[in-house]
């Protein structure tokens, strides 16, 4: 019964590091960047790994966490200019009631 245990332990773990091999293998492809060494996103992508490997470890426990990483890399950023910095819906709600209020008749 042990022996069964191992085996099945054993073919998991291999299955799951062939699910990351692919994993790998589609991020390549998806972004061949990443295999460039010294391309921005390689150096990003090797930064981002060993930060989350410190700071969040469960992180690598999805088998999809190669593609998962490049497509957080790549996705485009919002340039801060375009960043809303108005007030919120709600503020301006408040704001325009006031302003309602306060119109003469």
């Known amino acids: 019964m042990k022996f069964a245990i191992v085996i099945c332990l054993f073919c998991m773990s291999v299955a799951q590091a ?20 010294g391309s921005d ?12 490997k410190r700071t969040t470890p469960e992180f690598f426990k999805s088998p999809d966490w190669p593609m998962q990483l490049a497509d957080e890399l790549s996705a485009p ?8 910095v108005g007030p919120s819906v709600d503020q301006g709600k408040t704001i325009a009631e006031k302003l309602l209020t306060n119109i003469p008749s």
Do not use: G, M
């Open 18 to 37: 062939q699910t990351v091999q692919d994993s790998q293998r589609n991020a390549l492809k998806k972004y061949p960047q990443l295999a460039i060494q």
């Open 41 to 52: 996103l390689n150096k990003r992508f090797i930064a981002a790994f060993q930060e989350r």
């Open 77 to 84: 950023a919002i340039p801060p200019s375009l960043t809303p």
